[in-house]
């Protein structure tokens, strides 16, 4: 069980530091843009976009920018309501930290956002949500973290994959082109992604499409329509049932977020 404590978003704070304390929950942080430094329980650890710390209650902690810009970056206190020896706890058996590189960043980055905006947004029912999307979080980190242990191969036939998803998502892909791509069949092509990424190669291109899409509703004057014509969506409403199926929200959520 999940108690969650709190959902920050560090958005770019200039002379971010964290005073030397002890964390009295469990942290996941997040790194989304820039560099940060944290020191924990005596050990210098530097972070920048894509890493995940993980901090066990009792950790001794200090942190600050680094010799970047301002950084960002989300962060989750809870509580984990299970024995010490249950498999959650596995990679901690000898640290009270964790860092690693997660190889999911966009996904991570979408739900984190969507976890902080429904923990602040305080709707009806939102700590029995966000309790849900917080177990569904660390499960995908402690599923990511197991896979480690995958055969280099079968990772160098997932990161070719990704790679080629990543300079082509705005075209039309599909999932023959892939298996070409690497001359293993569909079905191979699919079960190496998703025991890589926990997303079959279609399921990885929207969400790289809903990303982007995301950064546009709040940053442009482009339209919906615009959106979904530029990423390589068919016509709009498949853009906005893509769209809420990957973030929780339609389109228009966020243009009504704008001022």
Request: aromatic content about 12%; proline content about 6%; hydrophobic content about 35%.
């Amino acid at each position: 069980m999940i108690q969650l404590h709190g959902v920050f978003l560090n958005n770019f704070i200039p002379h971010w530091r964290i005073a030397r304390s002890i964390a009295e929950n469990h942290i996941v942080a997040l790194v989304t843009h820039g560099n940060l430094i944290y020191r924990i329980d005596e050990v210098d650890l530097t972070l920048s976009k894509g890493d995940f710390l993980i901090m066990r209650p009792g950790s001794l902690r200090s942190g600050s920018d680094g010799p970047y810009p301002p950084h960002q970056k989300y962060s989750v206190h809870f509580g984990l309501q299970f024995p010490d020896d249950h498999p959650l706890f596995i990679p901690f058996k000898h640290s009270s930290h964790l860092l690693y590189r997660t190889r999911k960043f966009e996904y991570f980055r979408q739900r984190f956002s969507s976890l902080y905006q429904t923990w602040n947004e305080k709707a009806d029912y939102h700590e029995l949500i966000c309790q849900g999307m917080m177990m569904e979080l660390y499960g995908s980190i402690m599923r990511e973290l197991a896979q480690r242990d995958i055969p280099a191969h079968k990772r160098k036939i997932a990161d070719d994959i990704e790679q080629y998803i990543k300079a082509h998502y705005k075209e039309e892909i599909k999932l023959a082109r892939l298996s070409e791509l690497v001359d293993l069949s569909p079905g191979y092509v699919t079960g190496i992604f998703k025991a890589m990424t926990g997303q079959t190669p279609i399921e990885y291109v929207h969400r790289l499409r809903c990303s982007e899409a995301r950064d546009l509703l709040l940053e442009s004057d482009m339209t919906v329509a615009e959106i979904s014509d530029y990423l390589g969506f068919c016509d709009p409403t498949y853009f906005n049932r893509v769209f809420k199926k990957v973030t929780g929200m339609p389109p228009s959520a966020l243009t009504r977020r704008m001022p």
